[in-house]
T-cell receptor, first 114, second 113 residues
Framework: ETGVTQTPRHLVMGMTNKKSLKCEQH?????MYWYKQSAKKPLELMFV???????ENNSVPSRFSPECPNSSHLFLHLHTLQPEDSALYLCASSQDSRGGEKLFFGSGTQLSVL | DAKTTQPTSMDCAEGRAANLPCNHS???????VYWYRQIHSQGPQYIIH???NNETNEMASLIITEDRKSSTLILPHATLRDTAVYYC??????????????FGRGTQLTVWP
């Protein structure tokens, strides 16, 4: 148990669906992250939030829309996805976005886009 | 951040020490060496980090060469549960802005009975 909880654990969606991934951290951290891990590829940093403000967006397509309503919750809203977006989506948190050396990861959401 | 080079895969017998090497020949003076691991279908887990002195915690030991161009992660008594992908990451220290972790492909460690 890392203190970072992601739901759902698995998700299958069609290209026209709209869904959301949820992440919650119980560690009192002030920075949260979304990473993407495609099959046989390194983890890719997608978004960084620090104190509920987005501080980094690594050229992620607009069909991925993050939301951070407070420092404990992070969402990733999905719409009009493509099959190549199928991947493991990981949420993480840390005490500070500048440091970030000790990231605590959730178990991820395995997403399949049909 | 400096680039790291790790072997693609390694094997280790259960109960023996697992020594995972990492080369980071372009590391600069303010960059730390971090190790994470990822067990199949889970998120990565922090193991240890260091700057230039050797470090030890309840999970592992980190040995950094004097010139800091390479390091070794040591799991003193490997168990089957240590089977995972191990990532060596080099990044600037806390004082720098926008520090982020960038994961490479890591080393797949397989511990066999």
């Amino acid at each position: 148990e890392t203190g970072v909880t992601q739901t759902p654990r698995h998700l299958v969606m069609g290209m026209t669906n709209k869904k959301s991934l949820k992440c919650e951290q119980h560690l009192g951290h002030n920075a949260m992250y979304w990473y993407k891990q495609s099959a046989k590829k390194p983890l890719e940093l997608m978004f960084v939030y620090s104190l509920e403000e987005r501080v980094e967006n690594n050229s992620v397509p607009s069909r991925f829309s993050p939301e951070c309503p407070n420092s404990s919750h992070l969402f990733l809203h999905l719409h009009t996805l493509q099959p190549e977006d199928s991947a493991l989506y990981l949420c993480a948190s840390s005490q500070d976005s500048r440091g970030g050396e000790k990231l605590f990861f959730g178990s991820g959401t395995q997403l399949s886009v049909l | 951040d400096a680039k790291t080079t790790q072997p693609t895969s390694m094997d280790c017998a259960e109960g023996r020490a697992a020594n995972l090497p990492c080369n980071h020949s372009t590391i600069s003076g303010n960059e730390y060496v971090y190790w994470y691991r990822q067990i199949h279908s889970q998120g990565p887990q922090y193991i240890i980090h260091g700057l230039k002195n050797n470090e030890t915690n309840e999970m592992a030991s980190l040995i950094i060469t004097e010139d800091r161009k390479s390091s070794t992660l040591i799991l003193p008594h490997a168990t089957l549960r240590d089977t995972a992908v191990y990532y060596c990451i080099v990044r600037v220290d806390r004082g720098s802005t926008l520090g982020r972790l960038y994961f490479g492909r890591g080393t797949q460690l397989t511990v066999w009975p």
